[in-house]
């Protein structure tokens, strides 16, 4: 009887198919067709995004990928992950697992190791996991802020639009707008004012130095007075004034009797009296003291 009949055929070609496809599901899946790597698992709170065959990677290169996700039904708040790393791969103790996605939506899991190069994880220990806080979940954390700014947002804008709408900001504008004229009329003045001080500068320099050198001169003349001699001759002077102060308050000299002296302001006195009266009596009787006549007879 032959062995390889045709329904043998059928089966082997049946087997070899199934075969086939599961090793080229795996294949594409990223999975490795002959096993070269160790397993570890990861325990998440969410693993949203995350399927079997995601990629891992430390440091940006692929180093597994992920075999499996179970779920425990009667301890939901941990989901693990079952993860494949190279046989090569040691991953410190202290690492964690952050799954995270680019801007095309990829899930994957990065590994990030910690600084302990004495201890590892065991293969089959469980590495703490986590989502990654990327710039999405960021954003997605500062929402309620923005949420709860957008009524004072409002607000400001309500209250710019009014600011916009006062006529007095308007007529500002317009003010602003003749400063900046009259500034740039102040600018051109300036202008033309540096360079008359330019221009004028160097000849009011050229008079200083004359200044200069004529008080320079004035100083060489002062320093050729006698200091000396000038203060002598005013000591002398003052003390010639000081003698004649002595005297006038004294009873010596002419001025010192006229000063101190009562009787000889009373015999002044008394005489300007009596020519007060002989000038009066003069002009009554003028004829007591001028004898005229033309005949030679007195007139008695």
Avoid: W
């Amino acid at each position: 009887m032959k062995f390889f009949t045709k329904e043998v055929q059928i089966a082997l070609v049946t087997i070899v198919a199934i075969v086939v496809l599961y090793f080229g599901l795996n294949f594409l899946k990223g999975l490795s067709i002959f096993s070269n790597s160790n397993s570890y698992c990861v325990a998440f709170d969410d693993v949203s995004g995350l399927a079997a065959s995601s990629p891992v990677y430390a440091n940006g290169y692929k180093v597994g990928v992920v075999e499996s996700i179970d779920y425990d039904y009667s301890h939901p708040e941990k989901i693990v992950a079952i993860i494949g790393l190279n046989k090569e791969m040691r991953v410190p103790v202290g690492s964690r697992a952050e799954i995270s996605s680019d801007l095309l939506g990829n899930i994957k899991i990065n590994l990030v190791l910690s600084d302990n190069p004495l201890q590892f994880v065991a293969v089959g220990d469980t590495i703490r996991g986590m989502m990654e806080q990327g710039t999405l979940s960021k954003a997605a954390a500062m929402i309620p802020a923005v949420e709860a700014m957008l009524p004072k947002i409002d607000s400001i804008l309500t209250s710019l639009n009014i600011l916009l709408a006062d006529p007095a900001l308007r007529n500002t504008l317009y003010n602003v707008e003749g400063m900046t004229a009259n500034l740039n009329r102040t600018s051109a003045e300036l202008r033309v004012l540096s360079a008359s001080l330019n221009r004028d500068v160097p000849s009011m320099m050229k008079k200083a130095d004359g200044v200069l050198d004529n008080t320079q001169q004035l100083t060489a003349n002062l320093n050729t007075i006698d200091v000396a001699e000038m203060t002598a001759k005013v000591n002398q002077t003052l003390a010639n004034v000081e003698e004649m102060t002595r005297k006038l308050n004294s009873n010596e000299g002419t001025l010192g009797l006229l000063m101190r002296d009562a009787s000889l302001y009373n015999h002044l006195s008394s005489t300007a009296a009596d020519a007060d009266s002989l000038l009066i009596d003069f002009k009554a009787h003028p004829k007591r003291y001028i004898h005229f006549s033309v005949f030679g007879k007195k007139d008695k």
